[in-house]
């Protein structure tokens, strides 16, 4: 049974500050994997999708990479800013569709 | 791209009584799903909905507590039924785009039961 564990569960840095979120995942056979965005009481925004056979994917201040092999990802957001501030969830699939959701790192970012 | 709403965004509910939630996307979708979200808690799958056949339920969920219709490629409903406080949550519908693997997902619906 796959399992997604994110590392840190909560993070709080100043504004400005370039930061790394951790995702892993326990059975390497994956579809794609995805990261999102969610603020309080909200749904779920897609941030990026990595393809299995991608090593990264990037859209503005955000870049994320996949370690397939290796069962790894990680997001980076550079410059963080106070509207960064949200619960960031990494999710994979086996099949491309049905995901399997970490529990979510918090991030404050304070200005 | 697609845009995807939900309906109610919140209700208070009864325990005992069931609560049907819409979820309608602006363009036609092979694929809708169905998630829950506890509190404090990250997603669980509850049911892929395909239209024109019986929904698909994830281990831990049955048709008789969510039951589920999809009677277009734009529209599913999942119903909460014989609600009790342990089914407070955020359920989610979401869908993926033109099967690209990249899934799409409505603001929620939050429901309190007391």
């Known amino acids: 049974k796959q399992e997604v564990t994110q590392i840190p569960a909560a993070l709080s840095v100043p504004e400005g500050e370039n930061l790394v979120l951790n995702c892993s995942f326990t059975?390497?056979?994956?579809?794609?994997l995805q990261w999102f965005r969610q603020d309080p009481g909200k749904g779920l925004t897609s941030l990026l999708l990595?393809?299995?056979?991608?090593r990264e994917q990037t859209s503005g201040r955000l870049n994320a990479s996949l370690d397939k092999s290796s069962g790894r990802s990680t997001l980076y957001i550079a410059a963080s800013q106070p509207g960064d501030s949200a619960t960031y969830l990494c999710?994979?699939?086996?099949?491309?569709?049905?995901?399997?959701f970490g529990a979510g790192t918090i991030l404050r970012v304070k200005s | 791209s697609a845009v995807i709403s939900q309906k109610p965004s919140r209700d208070i509910c009864q325990r005992g009584t069931s609560l049907t939630i819409q979820c309608q996307v602006d363009?036609?979708?092979?694929?809708m799903f169905w998630y829950r979200q506890q509190p404090g808690q990250s997603l669980t799958l509850i049911a892929t909905?395909?239209?024109?056949?019986?929904?698909?339920?994830e281990s831990g969920f049955v048709i008789d507590k969510f039951p589920i219709s999809r009677p277009n490629l734009t529209f599913s409903t999942l119903t909460v039924s014989n609600m009790s406080p342990e089914d407070s949550s955020i359920y989610l519908c979401?869908?993926?785009?033109?099967?690209?693997?990249?899934?799409?997902f409505g603001e929620g619906s939050r429901l309190t039961v007391l």
């Open positions: 909905a395909n239209q024109g056949s019986e929904a698909t339920y």
């Open positions: 363009s036609q979708v092979t694929m």
């Open positions: 979401s869908f993926d785009r033109a099967n690209t693997g990249e899934l799409f």
């Open positions: 059975d390497s056979a994956i579809y794609n």
């Open positions: 999710a994979v699939s086996k099949t491309g569709n049905k995901l399997v």
């Open positions: 990595i393809q299995s056979s991608q």
